[in-house]
């Protein structure tokens, strides 16, 4: 027996297939021909999988996992997906036998010999990828999202083979851990100390995850529930100010999303890091959520708009948990739809704990310009996308699915009614509960309560690109409106029509009429206005529901504007004049940046202050030429001064404070901010922290050559070591020496230099500023020769924001030709990236015919 079963076990080990073996072929990433088949025969999958993590960022991280799972076919060889180098595969067992290694194309190919149709048992031992672990000195955490599980670990990296996750991690003693699972035992061992996890709950790979490092950790009940938390903030003020509220907000947003779904909490426990610097707000795996570090503790200075961003992230990340997480898509295509979900779902946690009218401010001022952002370009992209291979995964991400996408949903909430809305979902959650369905599903259950075509409009809301241009015919007889006509027509491609409703406002010196639209056909007529008297002016999409460009009325007085009771109806205007001017109608720059600096004092709601500031930063320096730029920065200056001075609120106060360090440039400026930071003695009225002076020092060396050692000082100022390490990074971006800022740039070039992605991104932002184009714009061709790299490693957010804030503050012809010289070089060009490429060069196209 014993020599028969080592000649079988020798046979084995040399079982081998190659590409051309194989009866599909072996592609880089996860292709969707491959995922289709994969998801017909391979079933019941469980990973036991174990991590030993040095404390030693040099030395590699042991890895080994086993794989069980039923197979129905075995009339091919079997992919496994591990996109990392042969030697990192040590080992390969296969129901109990050692195989060659055979690593082709990103893919561990198994023998369809080695396999059995039912239960297979695989083994690997491997060399985990560094990557997305995001190993720090002193701490690690696990993002895998959308298909970088496979860079890690060897698994069946697609959205629709959920699993269940049974881990154990080996850490430095003194580290702390957490998982998608409870923990369920720990065991000294030396140097080391290694914790295991129950069984996670049925997971995607893209949602398995952990965390282990030198964090503080506590624990909160909430209404009978545990919750966990692991963070590295060092401010005692702001722990003390933000713990309780983090737990509080958790706990609010799953009592409201219970409630609303009709369907308890659906994952075995509640737990969250907060990770300094991390990639995106928030990444919702069950059990182990992760937060970026600042958005979630704050101090004394919060402002009221990031109170309420805190609330709508917590609530975001908690939604997701009912879709996206029990739920799941079956392709990155309707990824989507778990966004879509999470923001309209924390859109409602908001409107429940900050009351309606907060809510659709929100609404409107979050949602509405980052959607035309994308949808006004020609890059734009539609909801739902193609998605071949799931190593494109990443470019699905962007405004559209996050914006465009919760404008589109409540507008469906309004055709269908709210309970008949909910009613859909909550079949929807129930029919598919843990596990996968698409946007088709979703539309079925849909269809089930309500009457209306849903095929035909969600043809134009999701499958098709661009907005409409919104027109009115009104005529009077006498003092008296006859009729009143709103139309539309696409802003660019063919004839189609969005079904939307809005309202339109007739607004009177002492009252004011509401008008509902149903935008349903190209043109609608609006009988009930019929007989009004001729208003003072006309509030187009008053109510902020309407998604396209309304007509601007030039003629409005800044008192009628800023006399309206409504913060919506004036944000509805504030956005309507800024797109118009960027289309060339309505507003000139020059003339829209006079109409908003009367709202510097006017203005007293928090977010439309904010708002009104932002949108004068841009046309100050990105539709103004350098020469009227500089004429007018004293003046600028002056009115973001006194408005500040004049302004009651606390809040606002530090709006306009921002807003004026951003545009300084005067000599009398410089000094006085120099002052501040100097004798950290804000302005009256202003509440200053550590954040905001190394703010300050940053932007005191950006505009000044000879006070090289601001930054330095700020240093030594700052507590926590997590900050001093991101300003030191930031440092060489903001030398006086060109030459100190060409070698940090040509350093970015290499991958291992971008690992910390959100300081590459305000290295950039600094490197490209407008006071620093002139040395900067060589780095130009550089950036766009990098895009394809970049795409291909970067997380989900960093392609695109690396395009927008290298582009971005630019207004000069000369890029605008670099980028289309790079198009026309590069005709084979994906498709998306493409897409993205024409998003962030928008601005400065426009401004080739706005800025004279």
């Not at 947003?253 to 610097?277: C, H, R």
Request: hydrophobic share 40%.
């Amino acid at each position: 027996m014993k020599i028969l079963f080592t000649v079988a076990a020798m046979l084995l080990s040399q079982i081998f297939v190659s590409a051309q073996e194989s009866h599909s072929p072996v592609e880089p990433g996860v292709p969707l021909s491959l995922a289709q088949y994969r998801k017909t025969i391979v079933h019941d999958i469980k990973y036991t999988i174990a991590f030993k993590i040095p404390g030693a960022r040099k030395e590699p991280i042991d890895g080994n996992v086993e794989i069980d799972f039923r197979l129905s076919d075995i009339a091919r060889p079997l992919q496994i997906d591990f996109k990392g180098s042969a030697q990192q595969v040590k080992s390969i067992k296969v129901n109990g036998n050692m195989v060659k290694i055979s690593l082709e194309q990103e893919h561990i190919l198994i023998a369809a010999l080695a396999l059995r149709k039912g239960s297979n048992h695989i083994e690997i031992g491997f060399t985990a990828g560094d990557a997305s672990l995001n190993r720090n000195a002193d701490y690690v955490y696990a993002l895998f999202v959308p298909d970088h599980a496979r860079t890690v670990f060897p698994c069946f990296d697609q959205p629709d083979l959920k699993a269940v996750f049974d881990l154990t991690l080996s850490v430095p003693e003194g580290w702390k851990v957490l998982a998608n699972g409870a923990l369920k035992d720990s065991l000294a061992n030396g140097i080391y100390k290694t914790y295991h996890f129950k069984p996670s709950d049925q997971l995607p790979t893209y949602l398995f995850s952990f965390t282990a490092g030198k964090y503080s950790r506590t624990e909160q009940d909430y209404n009978g529930r545990k919750m966990e938390f692991l963070y590295r903030e060092t401010d005692e003020q702001k722990i003390k100010l933000s713990r309780d509220s983090i737990f509080e907000l958790h706990g609010q947003a799953i009592d409201f999303l219970e409630k609303w779904t009709g369907i308890s909490y659906p994952f075995q426990k509640i737990g969250f890091v907060a990770i300094p610097d991390f990639q995106f707000g928030g990444m919702e795996h069950p059990g182990e959520v992760q937060y970026k570090a600042s958005s979630l503790f704050l101090d004394e200075t919060a402002t009221k708009e990031q109170l309420i961003s805190r609330v709508n992230l917590i609530s975001h990340e908690t939604a997701h948990m009912w879709f996206g997480d029990m739920v799941t898509m079956r392709w990155f295509n309707d990824v989507w739809m778990k966004e879509v979900f999470a923001n309209f779902m924390a859109d409602k946690v908001t409107q429940k704990l900050m009351g309606t009218e907060t809510f659709n401010l929100k609404f409107l001022q979050d949602h509405y310009p980052a959607a035309y952002a994308v949808d006004r370009t020609e890059g734009a992209n539609p909801i739902r996308q193609q998605l071949d291979n799931l190593q494109d995964a990443g470019s699905m991400y962007g405004n559209i699915i996050y914006h465009k996408a919760p404008i589109m949903m409540r507008q469906l909430e309004q055709l269908m009614g709210e309970e008949s809305f909910q009613a859909g979902i909550r079949e929807y959650l129930r029919k598919y509960t843990y596990g996968n369905a698409g946007w088709p599903e979703l539309i079925a259950c849909l269809s089930h309560h309500t009457t209306a075509k849903l095929n035909t409009w969600n043809k134009v809301w999701v499958n098709e690109t661009g907005r409409p241009v919104i027109g009115a015919d009104i005529r009077f007889a006498g003092d008296k409106i006859s009729s009143f006509s709103i139309f539309q027509h696409p802003e660019q491609g063919a004839e189609r029509i969005w079904p939307q409703a809005f309202d339109v406002t007739l607004v009177y010196a002492d009252h004011q009429v509401i008008i509902p639209v149903n935008l349903n056909a190209q043109t609608v007529r609006l009988p009930r206005a019929v007989g009004y008297a001729k208003p003072l002016f006309i509030i187009y999409n008053s109510n902020g529901l309407g998604y396209g460009l309304f007509p601007v009325n030039k003629d409005l007085t800044q008192d009628q504007l800023f006399g309206l009771n409504s913060p919506v109806q004036r944000a509805a205007i504030y956005i309507n004049a800024y797109e118009n001017m960027l289309n060339g109608t309505g507003y000139t720059p020059s003339a829209l940046m006079e109409l908003l600096e009367h709202g510097l004092i006017l203005e007293k709601e928090e977010s439309n202050l904010r708002m009104i500031t932002a949108y004068i930063a841009n046309l100050y320096w990105e539709f103004s030429t350098p020469n009227k730029r500089s004429a007018h920065a004293g003046v600028l200056e002056q009115l973001l001064w006194n408005a500040m001075e004049q302004q009651s609120a606390a809040n606002n106060k530090k709006i306009l404070f921002s807003a004026y360090q951003n545009i300084y440039q005067s000599r009398a400026a410089i000094k006085r901010i120099c002052d501040i930071w100097e004798s950290q003695v804000p302005p009256d009225g202003v509440k200053l922290a550590e954040d905001d002076y190394t703010g300050m020092a940053l932007g005191i060396a950006l505009r000044s050559d000879t006070l090289t050692q601001v930054l330095k000082r700020q240093e030594e100022r700052v507590k926590n070591n997590d900050r001093k390490m991101r300003l030191e990074f930031l440092m060489p971006a903001l030398s006086p020496d060109v030459k100190v800022r060409d070698n940090f740039f040509s350093s970015l070039k290499e991958r291992k230099n971008r690992e910390k992605e959100a300081w590459v991104l305000s290295a950039l932002g600094y490197l490209h500023h407008p006071l620093r184009q002139a040395a900067s714009i060589k780095y130009i061709p550089q950036s766009l020769s990098l895009l394809e790299e970049i795409q291909a490693t970067g997380d989900i957010f960093f392609p695109q924001s690396f395009i927008n804030v290298t582009l971005g503050n630019y207004q000069s012809g000369e890029v605008a030709e670099m980028v289309k010289l790079y198009i026309k070089a590069h005709p084979r060009l994906n498709p998306k990236l493409k897409g993205k490429l024409l998003q962030g060069a928008d601005n400065v196209m426009r401004a080739q015919k706005l800025v004279h």
